[in-house]
């Protein structure tokens, strides 16, 4: 049963939402990929938003361009915990993405990662799940040691 739901307002996002899906198979959380768009398919975002929670979904990572109200309109619609990804878009770099995922009034938050990094919202997601599922929190510290020692041993030439 898919722990995380990742969605997307259109196929063209998939190049970008892919890095959320490659982390979750990366520290083996099973999700699932769907196209969803508040302002294409509203009626199927209505019903995915509503049942996500009794399929046993626990987070939400919602990626959209331009004006992305998928996100926003997601989370209004579910408690569950929902990360937006602004997907950087043609005209305006990402901006009106990220504008519009990350404004979110008063009682209706979105966690908003940076333009087009939708590995972290994967990071987070597994972040999230690691208060319940303590195999994820083993991981995520063994993952913080490598990025460690990685660092650590950098050797530059110059
Ligand atoms: N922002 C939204 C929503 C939404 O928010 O519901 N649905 C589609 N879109 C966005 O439109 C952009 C262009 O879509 P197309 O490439 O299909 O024309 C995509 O980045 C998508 O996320």
């Known amino acids: ?16 939402m892919k890095g959320a899906s490659d982390v979750l198979k990366e520290f083996q959380v099973d999700h699932e990929v769907k196209v969803v768009s508040a302002h294409r398919t509203p009626d199927l ?10 399929r046993g979904i626990e987070v939400i990572i919602a990626g959209a ?13 579910t408690t ?3 990360i937006g990804v602004p997907v950087q878009s ?6 009106d993405s990220l504008l519009s995922i990350v404004q979110m009034p008063y ?11 939708a590995r972290n919202a994967g990071l987070l997601a597994v972040r999230i799940l690691s208060i319940k599922h303590e195999e994820f ?12 020692r990685d660092v650590l041993n950098s050797v530059l030439e110059g």
């Open 107 to 117: 009682g209706v938050p979105v966690a908003t990662v940076a333009i087009g990094n």
């Open 80 to 82: 569950l915990p929902v």
């Open 137 to 148: 929190r083993i991981k995520l510290e063994k993952f913080s040691e490598e990025m460690r």
């Open 45 to 54: 975002m209505f019903q995915y938003a509503k049942e996500a929670s009794s």
């Open 1 to 16: 049963m898919p722990l995380v739901g990742i969605i997307m307002g259109s196929k063209s996002d998939w190049e970008t």
């Open 65 to 77: 361009g331009g004006a992305a109200h998928l996100p926003g309109m997601v989370a209004s619609l």
């Open 90 to 95: 043609r005209t305006l770099n990402g901006i």
